[in-house]
Structure formats: C-alpha cells, structure tokens
C-alpha cells in the first residue's frame, strides 16, 4: 500500500511522491536490516557452534552422544556426552516431576480458590521468584540448601527409603544431583506456574459456571472443564519449563558436584550438559577438548530448539483448535 | 442418584483443595526461604564499602573491601548492551509489523523465539568464538553476548505494543498525506513508548543477572574499578559466582551482600516495568 | 497528538541520572583505573596466584602497570595465551610439546616454586598427621574409604581417628594441582600410574570435583571427613590442617619452606628449550624434602605488543619479586634456577 494512492496530493503534486518514498524506503531498508541481522544472529550462533564442534564430530561421529567417558589425560583422550546426557535427563525430567504438579496446584489455587485479596500479592510474590538470578540461587544452593540436605534430609531419605537404589549414600559435601534437583525446581516452578495461571483465567466462565450448575463439586469442575482446557498449553508450559531446566548452567555446576559417572543415586555427584561445559570451558586446551566440550553445546542447543519449536506448535495447535490467539 | 456419592465426592473436593493449598504454600515458602536468606545474610554484611572500594585478593589478614569494580562493570555491561538491543529490537518490530508480508513476519517471529531459547552458555560459547579468539575479553564482547540475549524480549514486547496501535490512527495519518515513514516515527511509534520501556526494563532485569555468557567474554578482570569497554570489566554476577565457591566466610558475606543489591534492584525494575505496563495498557485503552 | 509518555520518560531519566549520580560519587571513592600507565592482562594457575595478588600493588607502584590475573586453573592459561586473551599465561603443568606447537611462538618460564599440601577436615585430631603415598593414592582411588582404616592408623600410632567417611574433594577444572599431584601419585603407586595417569585433569574414580584451589579449600572446610589437595598458601590462608608427608629417605617432611627447598635441590637443571623441572619425590638422599613440591611456569609469546613491559615486570617476578614469596611458603626460586628464567625473558621481543 503506498501512500502515493492515499495521497490526494501526489495528483498536485508530482515531486512530493518521488520524496515521500524515499523516506519509506529507507526506514523499510534499515528496519529490514534489522529483522535480517536477528535471522542472522541465529544463523551464525548455529554455524559457530557446528563449526566449534567439528574437530569432535569428524573425530567421534554420532557415537559421542552416547559414550559415557570424559578422560582428558593426554596420550589417552576419550570424551563422550553419554554421563552428562544422563545427568541432564534425571535433574531436569525430576526437577519437573515435582515443579509440574506444585505449579498446577499454585494456578488452580490463585485462580479458584484464592480469597481475593490475596491473589494478586501472592501472584507477584511468585513472579518474583522468577526474577531471581540463577547465580543467587546457587550461592543460596551452596551455603544454605547443600549444607541442610546433606546433614539432615539425605540421611533421613536414605534411611527411610535407602532399599530404592535412589536414595543410596548421602553425599558428604552437599553438592549432588539431589541438590541440584530442588534448585531446578525452585527454577521451572515461577515459568509453569504463571503460564498455567493464565492459561486457567482463560477459560471460559460459561464452561464453569455450566459445570458447576450441573451439581460438579469444584474438583470435578476443574477435571472435567479446566484441565481439558487447558491441556495443550499446560504441556507447552511444562516443555518451556523442561527447556528452562535443561538450559541452566550456572546454579546447577555451583551445586552439583562434577562428575563422569552413570550413578543411580541422586546423592551422588554428577554433571549435565550445560554443567560441564561452564566447569570445564574455560581450562580446556586440546582442540579435541575444546571441539568435545562445543559438541556437548551443540547437543544442548539441538535440545533446546526442539523444545522450543515443540512448545509453539503445541501452542499453535490448540490456539487453531481453540480460535484463540497463540500466547506462550 | 449423585446423592449417593456426593459425601465422597466432596471429601475428594476438599482435599483436592487442601493439596492446591499446600502447593501454593510450597511454592511460597521457597521463595520466603530463598528471599529471606539472602536478605538476612546479605544485610547484615552491607555497607559503603561495598560499592566505594575495590576487592583485595589474597590478603591474610581481614581488609576492607567491596565490589565497587563489580558494580561499575555491570553498569557499562547493562548499559551498553541496553543501547545496543532497543534499536534493533524497535527496528525489527517495526520491519515486522508496518513492512513485513504474512511469511516473513511468522519466519522472523519463529527466528526471535528460536533465538530467546538459545541457552545463555551458548551464547557466551558463541561470543567468545566470534570477537574474543585473538583478541581477549573485553567489555563490548559482554555486552553483545548480553545484547543477543536482550534482543527477543525487546523485539517481542514492541510488536506486541505496535499491535496494539489502531490502524485507525495510522490510516488517518496516511489520508491526510503523511509519509509512511514519518506516520511510523513520529505517530505510531509514540504510543509505544510505555510498552518498549516494560520491554526494555524487563530486559535489563533479566540480563543483569545473567552469569554464564559473561563467564566467557568479561572475566578476566583487574581489581580496579574501570568505565572503559575495552578491557574486561567485572560485573556483579560473575563476582557473586566466584565469591560463592571460596572458603572463605568474609568472601561470601560480600557474595551475600551483593546478591542482596542485586536481587533489589531486579525486584525494583520488574515492578516498574509491570507499573509502566499497566500504565500504558491504560493509556492506549482509553485511546481507542 | 498525544503527549504520550513525557512525563514517564522524564520520571525515568532523573531516576536513572539519580542512580547513576550515587554509584558515580559512591566509587569515586574507590581506586581509578591507572589507565596512565599499560595493563598486562595474564590467566591461569590458581596456584601461583596468592603470590600474584601480593605483586600487583607492587608492580602498580613500581612500574605503573595495572597487573590483572585471573586463577581460572592451569588449563585455562594455557587455553587462554594460545588464543591470544591475554597477555601471558600461568601454569603448573608444563607445558606438552603439542601445546607448544598450538601456541605458535610461547617461552615457558620458571618464576615460582611452592608445594601442594594435602588438607583434611576431621574431627578432633590435630595438624600434620602423618599420610605416605601409597596410602595417598589408594585413598584417592576409593579403595581406602574410612579414616580409621588400619593403613592410616598405622602411620598415625597414638592419634585417636574416629570412624568418619573420607569425603574427596578434587580439581574440577585443568588444574596444575592436580598435574602435581597425579605426578607425584604416579610416582609413588603403579597401579594410579597405570589406571589413572598424570594430567591436568584425570578420570576420578571418586569424589567432588571444585573449581579451583579456592573451591577445593571450600570443599574440604565445609565437609566433615573432607580431603583434597591444594597449593600450601591456600591452606595457611584459610586455617586448614595438611599432612606431613612420608618422603623416600623415610622421614615425614612438611610443606614448609625448608622442605620445598630440599626438594628444589634435587633438579637445578631446567631441560634445554621447554625449561622444565621436576622435583616430585626426590631421591632418598634430601631427606628434608617435601615430596609434592612443584615448579610453576609463566608463559609468554615470544613476539608481542607489549614485550617491553611483560620483560620489565618478569624481570620484577623472578627477582624483587620472590622476596614476596616466603610468607607465603613460595620459596624463592635457586640462581641456577634464575639464571635461565633470565635468559628465556630476554626471548620476549616486540
């Protein structure tokens, strides 16, 4: 739509039109610089990153993801994802098995059960905590939440639980894959939560209503009505969360303890993907080390894409389902 | 015919409710514990000294000391990359929302979310392979690396806020002979200026604490305080992540203390951005 | 047309004038930059780093160079000089002759010489209990596992050990610590030798990894039963008990200055072209020795913009600087010793 058609002037005044575009071509010009730059961006993040692994892809191909080895003793190097693979999938998989139903349960109660006065503070009060850099929540991991686990909740686990190889030995310094669990829930809680608020307020009240005029206690309102609801986006909000988790570098290696093992004890030491790399980046200095350690980012950023593209389209699905607008 | 459940229905009621209860306690709880550790602990060790002098390293002896470098660094980190972020973020939204056919505008809004799903360690990987190999650290290479992370939330809240602005105002401005350009800058873009500033304050929020990307690109520092770019600059996360994993108790009364400083001032711009975002949906509702 | 945002706009801009005006007055107070004079940027071993800390104030006042050093471990040195991020490199470990060859024209230097000590936290016992290395290495491979255990018992007849898990605390990052260590581990145990080797960093079969010699020092106070190994000044600095270690002549030897100078005395001859030493478990004959005493290496490229002031300030190091060393338990570095750090500084040119 250019404006020479709006414009009763460009009749009376021809050389008006020829100026009137250049302007529009220079801001469509440097505006679309910019998109093309951000489209850029993340071209060049890719590239870097491949580029960054590939002595190691060329070196170990696809067997690297599942090795379980980190041995970077020279003369007898052999790296491998598998141990940090697993690291990653238990933290965050458990991390999110305990936020999923305490942030469901924190939505469902600020939006139905909540006196009013209290939903919006409690509401902010819970925002906050996503506010809450990762690095503060990891000092807080080391001083305050290692020290408590390690003296009174592992033992306690253990001795209570221990037959389940889960709950082996507790640690002794504090820094384990159970420390660095909580943490990541404290992490996933504020994003699911909020999503899933919102998500419940975006139900509409007629299906309520209805349901509870038919004689539904509220639990069953909310089975029947809400939760069917707001299924898709619940699901994105736990991947968004799960991607949150799987991301998280710096609060988990202050808490988790390094190490290269496939352990079922969760009070053991260990490493996920992001974990190792910031423990490990800085001092590595083999090419093989270095390309290991990018192949290890570029697993996490693959990681990272799927579920982000997995949330959208999950949104996207139900907003068609739904005729609503896609919101993440 | 329900009557006959309904006491059982109504006991898995309340204790449906009781459980959503106990969440939201949880959930509470472990934000008073964290907030309140940090509150405690870090209150009782701030003073002056913190943000008025520099840090000593290795002294046997207690000396006064602070963060002041930390504190200076973040500011010029934050800030440069702020400058860096908004006109491209304002410009890409601009591109999306007044130039941009259907296609690119769903492909560039799909390269945005990708790019706000890029984990910060990989970011900081990315930053330091580009403009770092060579060259060393510096501050302009951290605050890029913060800029990337800036850019999304800056460009999302924008296109939000453009499209909130009714084509009314912008087909009036057109009929009556504007330019496209100008009806951009000077009339539409204004209306925007509460949502870019939430956009923008909520950005700073979360990228003052981020640690991982500067890890890689702004570490290596001195013990002075510096406004200079061009070298490596200390910034508040990164001394707060390295504090917290000595032995010492002095260092992580500092590691406390700025993690207090810190947690305020992002509780403080998150509760401005949220003001200045109520304020200005007010604002173009009572335009429309 | 609206006046939209105006008086946000100016809200906002005195609020951030304000900030801005406080931590501008408030750091005013701290120390400017001494941008008049150069800034010498080096990275690595955290080792060496208590000595560098006493020499940047020195160095500033001396010379006028803002020395900035970051302990991000041995490997990170090594890492960070062959990329160019710095302006020299700091390491433990010397340096392979693959890494010499990535770092395309580097000088490796001997500028200090201290030894790593072995810290424990147990309760109710006193400094400087005996340990031997043997005993070492099985502990550290996990075969040894409470500290009552009859092997360290036997070396520590009278001292009530009291039944507590060994909690391990070891080097998370490329450390020359831990080069140190397993080097003299290997020397001591075939079977660490042969299972886990000599490296800057090497596959534990046990343990807590820590990032630097700061967070190994954290690990252990903060654990009951912990053990680890760091450089001597770390665990003097942060009130930590250390063994005192069984050398080859039989007696336990302590990682003090007449220890680690017995232990200097066992090579005096760095190897031609890489100017390394190794004095790991010296010869039965310096029967002072402490056994994991350890040479530690600045590196620097032979070709570089500030050659002028990275000589100067070495030249410091390896002289007016060692006088910094003794409380710190570096022992200032032999004349033979000497005589060759000078002749490969005079390697650095523009």
């Given amino acids: 739509m250019s404006s020479a058609e709006l414009t009763p002037e460009a009749t009376r005044r021809p050389f008006t039109g020829r100026r009137v575009r250049f302007g529009d071509l220079v801001l469509q010009v440097v505006a679309g610089t910019a998109a093309a730059a951000a489209t850029v961006l993340v ?29 970077p003793v020279v003369g007898h190097e052999l790296y491998g994802a598998g141990s940090f693979l697993f690291g990653t999938a238990v933290t965050s998989l458990l991390a999110l098995a305990i936020a999923a139903p305490l942030s469901i ?5 600020l939006t139905e059960l909540a006196p009013r006065f209290l939903r919006g503070p409690v509401t902010a009060l819970v925002e906050t905590l996503a506010a809450i850099p990762s690095v503060v929540i990891g000092l807080w991991g080391i001083l305050v939440l290692g020290p408590v686990l390690r003296d009174h909740v592992e033992p306690g686990l253990h001795s209570a639980l221990g037959f389940i190889p889960l709950f082996g030995a507790p640690s002794t310094s504090g820094s384990s894959m159970f420390t660095a669990i909580i943490v990541l829930t404290i992490m996933i809680l504020p994003i699911v939560s909020s999503i899933s608020r919102e998500l419940f307020l975006g139900v509409p009240s007629e299906l309520k209503e209805g349901a509870l005029a038919l004689g539904t206690t509220r639990w069953e309102m909310v089975r029947g009505v809400m939760f069917p609801y707001a299924r898709g986006g619940i699901a994105a909000a736990l991947i968004l969360g799960l991607g949150r988790a799987v991301g998280e570098a710096i609060a988990v290696t202050q808490v988790i303890g390094g190490g290269v093992f496939i352990h079922w004890n969760l009070f053991d030491s260990g490493d996920t993907l992001a974990s190792k790399i910031a ?34 389209w999950i949104v996207r699905r139900v907003a068609r389902r739904q005729g609503l607008g896609a919101r993440t | 015919m329900q009557h006959v459940h309904l006491p059982r229905r109504r006991r898995v009621n309340r204790l449906m409710e009781g459980l959503a209860m106990l969440a939201a306690l949880i959930a509470v709880g472990m934000l008073v514990i964290v ?15 913190l943000i008025t002098k520099n840090p000593v390293p290795f002294s046997f002896e207690p000396v006064a000391q602070g963060l002041a470098n930390a504190f200076v660094g973040s500011l010029v980190l934050v800030g440069l990359a702020t400058l860096m972020a908004l006109p491209v973020g304002i410009l890409v939204a601009v591109y999306l929302n007044e130039f941009a056919p259907p296609s690119v505008r769903t492909f560039v809004g799909l390269v945005l979310d990708v790019l706000n799903g890029v984990p910060a360690i990989v970011i900081g990987i990315f930053v330091f392979g580009l403009v770092v190999i060579g060259r060393g650290q510096s501050g302009w290479a951290g605050a890029f690396a913060l800029a990337c992370l800036m850019l999304p939330l800056v460009a999302r809240s924008t296109i939000e806020v453009l499209a909130l602005v009714p084509s009314s105002l912008r087909e009036a401005s057109l009929a009556l002979g504007v330019a496209r350009w100008r009806t951009t800058l000077s009339i539409v873009l204004p209306q925007t200026i509460g949502g870019v500033l939430t956009g923008t304050v909520l950005a700073v929020a979360r990228v003052s604490g981020e640690t991982a990307p500067l890890l890689f690109t702004s570490s290596i520092v001195g013990t002075q305080t510096s406004w ?27 590691a406390w203390a700025a993690a207090l400083v810190l947690l305020l001032f992002i509780l403080f711009t998150s509760l401005a951005a949220r003001w200045l975002a109520t304020r200005s949906r007010r604002k173009l509702a009572a335009s429309r | 047309m609206p006046k939209s945002g105006s008086f946000t706009r100016t809200v906002l801009a005195v609020a951030a004038a304000a900030i801005l005006a406080v931590v501008a007055s408030g750091t005013a107070g701290a120390a400017p930059a001494k941008h008049s004079g150069t800034t010498l940027s080096g990275a690595g071993s955290s ?7 006493q020499w940047i104030p020195a160095v500033g006042s001396a010379f006028g160079y803002e020395l900035q050093y970051s302990p991000i471990g041995s490997g990170g040195g090594i890492a960070a000089i062959t990329s160019r991020t710095v302006d020299f490199g700091a390491s433990d470990a010397p340096l392979t002759p693959d890494q010499f ?40 491979m996990g075969q040894i596992t409470d500290w009552n255990d009859p092997a360290i018992q036997s070396l520590n007849k009278g001292v009530n050990l009291p039944s507590e898990k060994i909690a391990i605390v070891h080097r998370s990052d490329n450390s020359g610590a831990t080069y140190n260590f397993t080097d003299y581990l290997s020397t001591v145990s075939p079977a660490w030798k042969s299972q886990l080797g000599v490296g800057v960093a090497v596959n534990w079969p046990v343990g807590s990894g820590q990032r630097g010699s700061a967070g190994v020092a954290a690990g252990v106070s903060q654990t009951p039963g912990g053990i680890g190994y760091v450089d001597v000044a770390f665990a003097l600095k942060n009130h930590l008990k250390f063994f005192a270690m069984k050398n080859r002549s039989g007696k336990f030897a302590t990682p003090g200055l007449k220890g680690i100078l017995a ?38 490229p032979t070709s570089s913009p500030k050659a002028q002031e990275l000589r100067k300030f070495l030249f410091w190091a390896v002289t007016k600087g060692q006088t910094f060393g003794p409380k710190l338990l570096f022992q200032p570095i032999p004349k033979s010793v000497l005589v060759v750090a000078e002749k490969a500084i005079t390697q650095i040119k523009s």
């Fill in chain 3, 101 to 140: 060859t990535a770092c395309k024209g580097c000088v490796q230097i001997p500028w200090a010489l201290s030894a790593t000590s072995i810290i424990y936290n147990v309760s109710g016992v006193k400094n400087l209990l005996h340990m031997d290395g043997p005993t070492l290495a099985k502990i550290f």
């Fill in chain 3, 47 to 53: 080792f060496v780093s208590p000595l560098v800390s």
């Fill in chain 1, 105 to 109: 349960g924190i939505a469902l109660y």
């Fill in chain 2, 35 to 49: 907030v309140w550790s940090v509150a405690k602990r870090g209150a009782g060790a701030i003073n002056l000294d």
């Fill in chain 3, 263 to 300: 232990a200097a005395s066992s090579d005096q001859k760095p190897t031609a072209g890489t100017n390394e030493l190794s004095i790991v478990n010296p010869p039965k004959k310096f029967a002072l020795a402490y056994p994991i005493s350890t040479y530690t290496y600045v590196i620097a």
């Fill in chain 1, 43 to 71: 071209g060049l993040i890719t590239w870097k990153v491949v580029d960054g692994a590939w002595p190691a892809i060329t070196h170990y191909g696809v067997r690297f993801v599942t090795r379980v080895a980190w041995n």
């Fill in chain 1, 279 to 312: 423990a490990s980046y800085q001092g590595a200095t083999s090419k093989l080390q270095v390309g290991s350690l990018i192949y290890l980012a570029l697993i996490l950023l693959v990681f990272s894409l799927v579920m982000n593209l997995a949330a959208q």
């Fill in chain 2, 228 to 254: 200079s770019p061009f070298h490596a600059l200390q910034s508040v996360p990164v001394a707060i992540f390295e504090l917290s994993e000595s032995p010492d108790p002095q260092d992580h009364a500092r």
